[in-house]
């Protein structure tokens, strides 16, 4: 069983499309973290949310504590957004469970 | 600032060989993660320092893996010997401080293993 589960495992959309993508939690967290990482492995960390919404540019994610649910939303997507995108959930201290990720490709 | 620093980036052996990894943090970092990321799967943690002390290693192979971190600054992950199941990416992390839940994490470009 996952601590972390994504949705969908794999996406394809055309470039302008609004995206979302889903991560559940099934464990107690303090924060909540999206990462991208692009072919060839480098990890980016995108957001840290602990509660409510952040946005950035493009990116929006959001956290809903009580349902144990974030959604990363990418609006008028591009193809240099395909990438994988992970959840991570943080519990107090220092564990990390991670998702397995969400392929996205962007196609123009 | 300088990133996470790893190499190599990539790296083919033959099973039962050994192979090493090195890590440099971004500077003043003080907490240093070692993952192993097979693929199609998430990052999973293989150890964890603050400064030059093991915070957790409990996902740790230590009959094969070793790791250390004898400055508090670069560290190094060792297999021997190597299995067919080490393929997978060995991504270094670091954050300010001592790590948590709140502290973002700054991932090197990965090493790439693949045992033959």
């Known amino acids: 069983k996952n601590e972390v589960e994504q949705s969908p495992q794999n996406l394809t959309a055309q470039e302008g499309e609004f995206i979302t993508i889903n991560c559940s939690y099934s464990v107690g967290i303090s924060a909540l973290h999206w990462l991208q990482q692009h072919p060839g492995g480098g990890i980016v960390s995108l957001f840290m949310?602990?509660?409510g919404k952040k946005k950035h540019g493009r990116l929006i994610a959001t956290i809903n504590i009580q349902e144990k649910h974030s959604s990363l939303h990418i609006t008028a997507s591009h193809p240099r957004d395909s990438a994988v995108y992970i959840c991570?959930?943080?519990?107090?201290?220092?564990?990390?469970?991670f998702g397995t990720g969400t392929s996205l490709t962007v196609i123009p | 600032e300088a990133g996470v620093a790893q190499s190599p980036r990539y790296k083919i052996i033959e099973k039962r060989q050994s192979v090493a990894f090195w890590c440099n943090p971004i500077s003043g970092h003080a907490t240093l993660y070692w993952y192993q990321q097979i693929l199609g799967q998430g990052p999973k943690l293989l150890i964890q320092f603050q400064n030059n002390g093991v915070v957790d290693d409990s996902q740790l192979p230590k009959d094969r893996f070793s790791a250390e971190r004898l400055k508090g600054v670069d560290s190094t992950l060792k297999i021997q010997p190597a299995k067919l199941e080490d393929s997978a990416v060995y991504l270094c992390a670091s954050s300010l401080g001592t790590g948590g839940p709140y502290q973002p994490q700054h991932f090197g470009d990965g090493t790439r293993l693949s045992i033959l």
């Open positions: 991570a959930a943080a519990l107090t201290g220092n564990q990390f469970y």
């Open positions: 949310l602990s509660s």
